[in-house]
């Protein structure tokens, strides 16, 4: 059942603040360095992001070892441009997890370096949580909130209480959402990340075309699994000879969505609109599964797949049953804009780290 309870009530604001306090964010979990100052856990003065994606597209993952390296080589330079022209900070936030500890341990030692040195109070923030926040810092969010976070490292579905406290409704089993986009892209020879070329390659292609079986779920039908659908397209593939066609896209250098198009026939344009099609199916029907039953009064989707035109078209269905609110350009892949915000609540009520913070890859909101 879709209802709406959102007509005729008080909207409860995320961060209802008049505040003119400042928040230096570093955000290093993955593969981009960031920086930014946010004022009032809202305004955003500042969002430096140095990504590190084509160091990694040759490899068509991210590399670890090379990921830390470049996080060492960018955090200064990074840093430095975000807190131009601020002269006064009164916190310092950093990514404590999850993530990659390897690239997490520059951002927390650079801000505890920092902190120390400004005397400054330390922050430790949960990277999903900033990603909620950046939808959230942003709008008026109706709460109890539904939050669907879906990157390259999550998807996961949250309830987020009136009170900002989080409840874990359902994860994935096996691969994110962005994972199986990334994964797709590679096999296909799309390069990566996989993910923004199949959202602007599928509306060439017919969603209908090829049918997956999607998984069901034993124990919690929340959870999600993308790794039957990934396989699915890797026999698709292996059942046509497909070699030179791949071999033709890689070697192609296409960026544009016309470059890609000369070396794309129709039939994998359908797979990819299909592929692209379930795995909205799949995010979208749980989504509203879980808002129902936690009788949420808005949903907030979050994280890199964010960006997917696609899935904020199908989104636009459910508007009707609850306000749907989605990043803004710019805060729905890794930033440090949505640290900072994240960062805002612990700051007014003291909840501070000491310089004995370490990173946490596997950390979990709840
Ligand atoms: O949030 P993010 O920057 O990093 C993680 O925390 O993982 O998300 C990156 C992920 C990648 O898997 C990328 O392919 C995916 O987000 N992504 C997209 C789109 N833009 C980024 N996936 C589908 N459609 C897009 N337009
Ligand atoms: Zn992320």
Redesign the pocket.
Known sequence: MLRNQFFGETIIKFINTHSSRLILGIES????TAAAVVEGGTKIRSSVVASQMEVHAKYGGVVPELASREHLRAIVPTVRLALEGHTRLDAIAVTQGPGLIGSLLVGITYAKALAMARGIPLIAVN?IEG?IYAVASQNAVELPALALI?????THLYEVSAEHRYRLLGKTRDD????A??KV?KLLGFGY????V???LAPFGNPDAVKFTTPKMKGNTLDFSFSGIKTAVLRWVEARDMTAEIAARRESGAVSVEGWLTVTPRATLDLLASF?ATVIDELLKRAVRAAEEMDASSIIVS???A???G?QAAAKKFRIAWPVYFPTLGL???NAAMIAAAAFPKLERGEFAGYELSAQPNLILA
């Open positions: 979990s993955c593969d981009e990277h990603h879906v990157s390259g490292g999550h994110a959402a962005g994972e986009f990334d892209g990340p996989g993910g923004p199949i959202d602007k692209q994280g890199g797949v960006c997917n035109a899935l729905a892949t890794d």
